[in-house]
């Protein structure tokens, strides 16, 4: 058995920026702030964006805690309104359908989410981008945990649950498009393989040893035969 986990933003769909406003806009509204405008959202978990942009900004933990859970309501009423809009709404990327139904298509892997989009959110962008959330059958959410490096171990206990025995870490993949989804795996032995269609090239992902790494995931048969060959 073999348990693939995709990050969502830069791996299976672009959100063409509707997430990074949702946030933007909510963080100014409670917090009369977006915070340092050049921090990186990618490969951070919601939760943890909204920390270190307004730690950057003089908050206290405790002040941030008393307000997440209004600000991450914010956040998506948001996320719900740039969807709707009809104007750059989320997209998948290259390849993305034609790898899930292939690796969809072999009776001993089972597709999963490692993604630090709260959940709520997340399914709003796969179903802006046209991606059936019930798909994926072991995932791992950034409202599970707010560092990333926790949600493999997250997915490896629930594909336990799910399919009724342990899984090994070098069973589970993770597909992601930066170093943090390359890293988060080490923990527990996970193969990760990364993809260029986030905002880092090919050489600089090759640059944190992934087991594999792709200009995009469009080279279906390839991907494949990563997965099912080691």
Not at 22 to 47: C, H, N, Q, V, W
Not at 172 to 183: F, K, L, M
């Amino acid at each position: 058995m073999k348990l693939v986990l995709f990050d969502i933003d830069g791996t299976l769909l672009s959100s063409e920026g509707a997430g990074m406003r949702a946030m933007r806009g909510a963080l100014s509204e409670l917090f009369g702030t977006i915070g340092d405008p050049a921090y990186r959202y990618d490969g951070k978990t919601d939760r943890q964006i909204v920390r270190d942009l307004m730690r950057g900004h003089g908050h206290h933990d405790e002040y941030i805690d008393q307000r997440m859970d209004e600000l991450l309501d914010l956040y998506l009423r948001g996320l719900a309104r740039e969807v709707e809009s009809g104007e750059r709404v989320p997209r998948t990327l290259p390849g993305i359908p034609e790898l899930l139904d292939a690796l969809e298509s072999k009776g001993h892997v089972t597709l999963g989410l490692l993604t630090g989009n709260i959940e709520p959110g997340a399914k709003v962008k796969l179903a802006a981008a046209g991606v059936d959330v019930q798909r994926f059958r072991v995932n791992a959410f950034g409202s599970d945990h707010e560092h990333r490096l926790e949600l493999p171990g997250v997915a490896q206990r629930r594909a336990a649950a799910f399919l009724g025995r342990e899984l090994a870490g070098d069973a589970i993949y993770v597909i992601g498009d930066t170093p943090a989804d390359i890293r988060c795996g080490e923990a527990i032995g996970a193969r990760a393989i990364g993809v260029a269609t986030g905002h880092y090239p090919v050489e600089e992902l090759k640059k944190h040893e992934p087991y594999a790494v792709f200009e995009n995931l469009a080279e279906t048969s390839a991907v494949v035969r990563v997965i099912l060959d080691a």
